[in-house]
């Protein structure tokens, strides 16, 4: 019998490693338009919003500035809504062969790559690597770094 007539697989949860798990509760419920899922003493919770989870801890179970992909119907609906919620943009919304996608961050330097359909009729945009260099999509697997 093979594995995957005997197992499937569920919905992946990150785990952010966060600073203060208080300070980020705050965060991504005020700002990110989470909920309190569950709580597990003072270093351990989990956030949700629709069918995504989150888990933030200060315990030693991930590493600094971890990064995903969530994706939404509206990227566009959903960045004016984070342009006056005190959301930390990193990128905004920008039209990719994978998706028109923006960047989030939280206050751990963690990022919410957020996406919907890409756009056919746009340009491609800028994307922000880790070290926050910008680059500019070219299509093909293409790019160049922007200045």
Not at 74 to 80: R, S
């Amino acid at each position: 019998m093979s594995d995957t007539a005997t197992n499937s697989f569920g919905i992946a949860i990150p785990i952010f490693y966060v600073k203060d798990v208080d300070a980020s509760l705050d965060y991504y419920l005020k700002a990110l338009g989470f909920q309190l899922r569950w709580r597990a003493g003072d270093g351990f919770a989990c956030v949700k919003r629709e069918n995504c989870s989150i888990m933030l801890t200060n315990d030693n179970q991930s590493q600094p500035r971890m990064w995903v992909w969530l994706g939404v119907d509206n990227v566009h609906a959903l960045y004016a809504h984070y342009l006056t919620s005190g959301a930390k943009i990193r990128n905004p919304p920008n039209n990719f062969e994978w998706a028109m996608e923006m960047q989030i961050e939280d206050l751990d330097g963690n990022v919410l790559r957020i996406g919907s359909e890409p756009e056919e009729d746009k340009p491609l945009g800028i994307w922000r690597d880790a070290d926050g260099v910008r680059w500019r999509h070219l299509g093909n697997g293409k790019h160049e770094r922007v200045q």
